[in-house]
């Protein structure tokens, strides 16, 4: 079995250079589309691939396609994975959540993630955009409180944008 998982992991790596890596960024939308059909197919052979599972959801994500990344992120967290792969996997499963609006969600793995992590400002800024997200008064004032606690010059164009329309919207409903 360990030989079939190396032969898995070789036929998805691709060749730059010396060194073999893997989805590299700066390839294009049809080589990344190809590489999931890739994926897809070998993972057939072994539903417990994990690498394989992995790979996919960052390709997928990639691509936009929110609904296969999260049964990536799903499947690898099934198949265990060790604490520095399960940062990674719930990073990607919030992003997840965020893009498919399923906001109360990503709002309560943001908050796990941000146990962990207590000064990520990209956490905090999904945070607030999960809060954003729900839409009532005590989340939008929760959002405020968020992105309020951001230095100016630490915080994204995006996240600034939506403080001040929070500081705007606060303002109007007093």
Not at 7 to 22: C, D, H, I, M, S
Not at 25 to 44: A, G, M, Y
Not at 105 to 121: C, D, G, H, N, V
């Amino acid at each position: 079995m360990h030989r079939f998982l190396l032969f898995l992991e070789r036929q998805v790596y691709v060749k730059k250079g010396n060194a073999p890596t893997l989805l590299e960024d700066d390839r294009d939308q049809e080589q990344r589309q190809s590489s999931v059909i890739k994926i897809r197919k070998l993972l057939r052979f072994c539903p417990s691939w994990k690498k394989g599972h992995f790979y996919l959801m960052q390709c997928s994500y990639s691509l936009h396609d929110f609904d296969s990344c999260y049964v990536s992120c799903q499947a690898v967290l099934k198949l265990g994975v060790d604490s520095s792969e399960e940062k990674i996997v719930k990073r990607y499963l919030s992003k997840c959540y965020l893009k498919t609006r399923s906001f109360l969600r990503a709002k309560t793995e943001i908050l796990k993630l941000l146990e962990r992590e207590p000064e990520s400002l990209d956490l905090k800024e999904d945070l607030a955009a999960a809060c954003m997200g729900l839409g009532d008064k005590e989340s939008l004032k929760q959002a405020h409180e968020i992105l309020g606690q951001i230095a100016d010059e630490e915080i994204s164009n995006e996240a600034r944008v939506a403080r001040t329309y929070l500081n705007d919207k606060l303002k109007s409903s007093e």
